[in-house]
């Protein structure tokens, strides 16, 4: 069903056709039209939609086919992340423009800018400040939208408050150098042996043990901050502070359209505190997303990189890659070379028979330990919970 001429002419505005796909003279496809006039009918609303979350929600569309319109209201809901007190305002204006049409939609682009690393660290410059307002059109899909996050009331809370009582003794354990005394044991304590033999004239009656100590292996939690994820990632956050309260050894790493450290924020005992940090820390939220720059960023420096040695690493991301699907591919294969596992959590698998349909996680999928369930805080939590059993 084709538009009314004031609506194709405000959806000729948000995104050009080299972006959407080549249709009939040059403007955009009949199918897609629709779709970008809704993300420009919220905006006309009130509601927050930056550029890139439109071509997201293309992206979205076309991977859950649609197989009808409930599949585009989730697609929606998942990519414009309406705020909860004004979605039923949202699921209003989504009925009155989408009830009785048929929509499908497909999206590339590879924003070629170079990724920069941020870490909380003293003598760190403060986020840059954005320079104007941002253009919609092909230059849209690689700019930063850079502000500090309010994070909303605690959600999930008894998904979290179950994740820190268990983490301490669940999350994943390696056997270390370094031995403790034991009743059974492969090693025998020479030491101990000798004093015994001191004691009692030479005679050794018991043999001391020896065993290996545990202790904790190093969890990585890379998290997806850009638009597409905007609906996890107060959650997210929420999550990665109780897991470097409650783990030994553990590093929490935020990525969108830059690499941003935010461990040493995540430390401060007071959840309000660390989450307030790391709000004015990481300046690239609800923008775009390079993953495959992000990774290649991490893994060139040393540092970072050896984070990753033998660690658990969990990645917290729908796969949405806006730049070149090599680059991802050839980084999650390096990533997978040095850690212990790399598993992968995407919202989009919450849906029955979820198979990754974008090239750069389809390429990157044998490189895996496990891809599954992001789409709730409480199966993030569960998969690192898990992690304590895995082999």
């Given at each position: 069903?084709?538009?009314?001429?004031?609506?194709?002419?405000?959806?000729?505005?948000?995104?050009?056709?080299?972006?959407?796909?080549?249709?009939?003279?040059?403007?955009?496809?009949?199918?897609?039209?629709?779709?970008?006039?809704?993300?420009?009918?919220?905006?006309?609303?009130?509601?927050?939609?930056?550029?890139?979350?439109?071509?997201?929600?293309?992206?979205?569309?076309?991977?859950?086919?649609?197989?009808?319109?409930?599949?585009?209201?989730?697609?929606?809901?998942?990519?414009?992340?309406?705020?909860?007190?004004?979605?039923?305002?949202?699921?209003?204006?989504?009925?009155?423009?989408?009830?009785?049409?048929?929509?499908?939609?497909?999206?590339?682009?590879?924003?070629?800018?170079?990724?920069?690393?941020?870490?909380?660290?003293?003598?760190?410059?403060?986020?840059?400040?954005?320079?104007?307002?941002?253009?919609?059109?092909?230059?849209?899909?690689?700019?930063?939208?850079?502000?500090?996050?309010?994070?909303?009331?605690?959600?999930e809370a008894e998904a979290l408050r179950r994740f820190a009582r268990l983490a301490p003794s669940s999350l994943p354990q390696r056997v270390s150098r370094r031995k403790r005394r034991?009743?059974?044991?492969?090693?025998?304590?020479?030491?101990?042996?000798?004093?015994?033999?001191?004691?009692?004239?030479?005679?050794?009656?018991?043999?001391?043990?020896?065993?290996?100590?545990?202790?904790?292996?190093?969890?990585?939690?890379?998290?997806?901050?850009?638009?597409?994820?905007k609906a996890q990632t107060d959650g997210a956050l929420r999550l990665a502070h109780r897991l470097i309260q409650a783990g030994e050894r553990a590093e929490v790493f935020t990525f969108g359209t830059r690499l941003t450290r935010?461990?040493?924020?995540?430390?401060?005992?007071?959840?309000?505190?660390?989450?307030?940090?790391?709000?004015?820390?990481?300046?690239?939220?609800?923008?775009?997303?390079?993953?495959?720059?992000?990774?290649?960023?991490?893994?060139?420096?040393?540092?970072?990189?050896?984070?990753?040695?033998?660690?658990?690493?969990?990645?917290?991301?729908?796969?949405?890659?806006?730049?070149?699907?090599?680059?991802?591919?050839?980084?999650?294969?390096?990533?997978?070379?040095?850690?212990?596992?790399?598993?992968?959590?995407?919202?989009?698998?919450?849906?029955?028979?979820?198979?990754?349909?974008?090239?750069?996680?389809?390429?990157?999928?044998?490189?895996?330990?496990?891809?599954?369930?992001?789409?709730?805080?409480?199966?993030?939590?569960?998969?690192?919970?898990?992690?304590?059993?895995?082999?």
């Amino acid at each position: 069903m084709s538009l009314p001429d004031d609506q194709q002419a405000e959806t000729a505005r948000g995104i050009p056709s080299p972006v959407l796909g080549e249709g009939q003279g040059g403007g955009l496809p009949r199918a897609a039209a629709p779709l970008v006039a809704f993300a420009d009918r919220l905006r006309g609303h009130g509601f927050a939609v930056a550029p890139d979350q439109t071509i997201g929600f293309l992206q979205a569309t076309d991977l859950l086919g649609p197989t009808g319109i409930a599949a585009v209201r989730r697609a929606a809901i998942a990519l414009f992340a309406p705020p909860r007190e004004r979605r039923a305002e949202f699921d209003a204006l989504f009925d009155a423009h989408f009830i009785g049409r048929r929509i499908a939609a497909a999206a590339e682009g590879a924003p070629d800018d170079d990724m920069e690393i941020r870490e909380d660290r003293p003598g760190t410059a403060p986020p840059p400040e954005t320079e104007g307002e941002q253009e919609a059109g092909i230059e849209a899909t690689a700019a930063e939208a850079l502000l500090a996050r309010q994070f909303a009331d605690l959600t999930e809370a008894e998904a979290l408050r179950r994740f820190a009582r268990l983490a301490p003794s669940s999350l994943p354990q390696r056997v270390s150098r370094r031995k403790r005394r034991a009743r059974q044991g492969a090693g025998i304590d020479l030491r101990r042996a000798l004093r015994a033999a001191a004691r009692q004239d030479g005679e050794v009656l018991d043999l001391p043990r020896l065993t290996r100590r545990t202790r904790q292996r190093r969890v990585l939690l890379l998290l997806d901050v850009s638009g597409s994820m905007k609906a996890q990632t107060d959650g997210a956050l929420r999550l990665a502070h109780r897991l470097i309260q409650a783990g030994e050894r553990a590093e929490v790493f935020t990525f969108g359209t830059r690499l941003t450290r935010v461990t040493g924020a995540l430390r401060l005992r007071s959840e309000g505190q660390a989450l307030a940090r790391t709000g004015t820390l990481v300046a690239d939220w609800d923008g775009g997303t390079r993953i495959g720059d992000a990774l290649e960023a991490f893994l060139a420096v040393p540092r970072f990189a050896g984070f990753a040695r033998g660690a658990a690493v969990v990645v917290v991301s729908d796969g949405l890659e806006r730049g070149a699907p090599e680059a991802m591919i050839a980084a999650v294969r390096r990533l997978a070379r040095l850690a212990w596992r790399v598993d992968w959590l995407t919202p989009l698998a919450a849906e029955p028979g979820f198979a990754p349909r974008t090239e750069a996680l389809s390429g990157a999928l044998p490189h895996l330990t496990d891809l599954g369930d992001g789409g709730s805080i409480g199966a993030v939590a569960e998969h690192l919970l898990s992690l304590g059993a895995a082999r």
